[in-house]
């Protein structure tokens, strides 16, 4: 995608490019990601909102909250959700799909992680429960669609074997909440970041894959929010509570940009673009904004939510 004014137009459905935004106002937006118009609003009036995920045909997004998991129609113009997942308790933290659509998984602080199945149409059911001993902020499944690495407020990364249900566990930091786990798009790095700031990277090898530990960045100085691989594998992205995002290169973990605004609050989610040149992210200000990394500059930004935003999805798909 070029994020510019000849960039391709979503149009009302959005089912090509795609940048959808939620927070704690209750509501979901559909944006124009290269001219920053709200392109529609959709309703969340149970809770605030946790996270987004759009799934591979890039028709529906996926928004989970307080007890529940909503899936909207991004291709029509119904502003209410169009499938509703109940029987959670507590919230749901955080949510995925796997490669081809067919299934879902979620995870919460009702000390489970979840696979739903999406081939019952709209009667999807709970299929699998992985137990934890504490609540779930973070789930992330690898590209091989083997395991589902799980973490929580109690420090501790289980690696959820799909295949065997047998479950290994990694402690990076005594007394540290995991916040987030990305694994990039190779499956050959996972990171995870705690509620100390701290950043840590293992090398996936093997299989089934095994983690190795490769690097420790003290990353920020107050709680870690997110972190994100770009598609090409040469960047990771964190956010913080100390109202930055930092992107820092695979190749040597150096820093490469630090991206602040003086508006800007806690920075709660983010995104790269497909060609790995720009980055969304969402701020307790309100506002979602769009950079350019190779010059870290502000390029864009998206006005419309009341409250902060939380989570957001990108995607940027070929025509």
């Known amino acids: 995608m070029t994020m510019s004014g000849d960039a391709p137009s979503t149009g009302a ?18 944006w124009q990601a290269h001219s920053g118009v709200c392109l529609r609003t959709m309703q969340h009036p149970d809770s605030q909102v946790n996270d987004l995920k759009i799934n591979p045909s890039g028709q529906m997004v996926a928004a989970c909250g307080y007890q529940h998991i909503r899936m909207y129609d991004l291709a029509s113009a119904n502003p209410d959700p169009v499938i509703n997942y109940e029987g959670v308790s507590k919230n749901v933290s955080r949510v995925g799909f796997q490669e081809n659509g067919q299934w879902m998984y979620s995870g919460g602080e009702d000390c489970t992680a979840r696979i739903w199945d999406l081939r019952a149409g709209r009667e999807f059911q709970c299929q699998r429960i992985f137990q934890v001993p504490a609540p779930v902020n973070a789930a992330a499944l690898h590209p091989d669609q083997s395991q589902i ?12 074997d799909l295949k065997t249900d047998h479950n290994e566990q990694l402690i990076p930091e005594a007394e540290a909440s995991i916040q987030d786990i990305a694994i990039d798009p ?25 983690p190795v530990p490769r690097k420790h960045l003290q990353a920020h100085k107050k709680y870690a929010l997110r972190c994100k691989f770009s598609l090409d594998s040469t960047m990771l992205v964190t956010t913080s509570g100390d109202c930055s995002a930092k992107v820092w290169r695979t190749k040597d973990w150096t820093l490469m940009r630090e991206l602040r605004h003086d508006a800007q609050r806690w920075v709660w989610d983010a995104a790269f673009t497909l060609d790995s040149r720009y980055l969304f992210t969402g701020s307790s200000d309100s506002y979602a904004r769009l950079w350019n990394l190779e010059k870290g500059t502000l390029e864009r930004e998206y006005c419309g939510h009341q409250k902060p935003i939380t989570a957001l999805a990108f995607r940027d798909q070929a025509v």
């Not at 459905?13 to 559909?30: C, N, P, Q, S």
């Not at 929580?152 to 990364?157: A, F, P, T």
């Open 186 to 210: 190779e499956g050959k790095l996972m990171a995870a970041v705690n509620n100390k700031g701290n950043c840590y990277i293992w090398s996936l090898g093997g299989s089934p894959p095994r």
């Open 149 to 160: 690495m799980v973490g929580g407020q109690s420090g501790i990364i289980h690696i959820w």
């Open 13 to 30: 459905g959005g089912a090509h490019v795609a940048l959808v935004t939620g927070g704690y106002d209750h509501t979901i937006k559909l």
